[in-house]
C-alpha cells in the first residue's frame, strides 16, 4: 500500500521560508517520480513542483520559480522542498504526490497524500 505523509506545514511570515517534506512507501521510490500540489479555499489544485524519478530533473511552477527548490533523499525515501521569499498566496494545503511518469496535471498523479496546510502571513 504506497503511503505519502507530508510534514513542515504550519504558519510562516511574509519573507520567510518553509521546508516540506514528504515520506513515502509503498512505492519503488528510486522509480518515482514526485510532486507538490497546493490547493487555495475555493481554487482548483495548482501545480507547484516535481521532480523526475532519478532526482535530476525538476520542474516548477511559475508562481514559485525561482523561490523553490525541490529534491530528492533516497536514504530517506524523502522527498523535500523548499519554498522561500514566502508571500500570502502561497497559503494553501499542500499535497504530495507520486507517479511513475509525473505531470503538471493534477488528474495525472497516480498517488495523493493528506494534504498539510501552509498559512503566509504578511
Known amino acids: 500500500q504506497v503511503k505519502l505523509v507530508e510534514s513542515g ?5 511574509t519573507g520567510g521560508s518553509l521546508q516540506l517534506s514528504c515520506a513515502a512507501s509503498g ?3 528510486g522509480d518515482t517520480a514526485m510532486g507538490w500540489f497546493r490547493r487555495a479555499p475555493g481554487k482548483e489544485p495548482e501545480f507547484v513542483a516535481s521532480v523526475s524519478w532519478s532526482g535530476n530533473s525538476r520542474d516548477y511552477g511559475r508562481s514559485v520559480e525561482g523561490r523553490c527548490t525541490i529534491s530528492k533523499d533516497f536514504a530517506k525515501n524523502t522527498m523535500n522542498m523548499n519554498l522561500n521569499d514566502l508571500r500570502p498566496e502561497d497559503t494553501g494545503i499542500y499535497y504530495c504526490t507520486a507517479d511513475r511518469k509525473g505531470s503538471g496535471l493534477w488528474s495525472r498523479w497516480d498517488y495523493k497524500g493528506q ?4 498559512t503566509v502571513s504578511s
Open 115 to 118: 494534504g498539510i496546510q501552509v
Open 9 to 13: 506545514g504550519g504558519s510562516a511570515q
Open 27 to 29: 512505492l519503488n521510490f
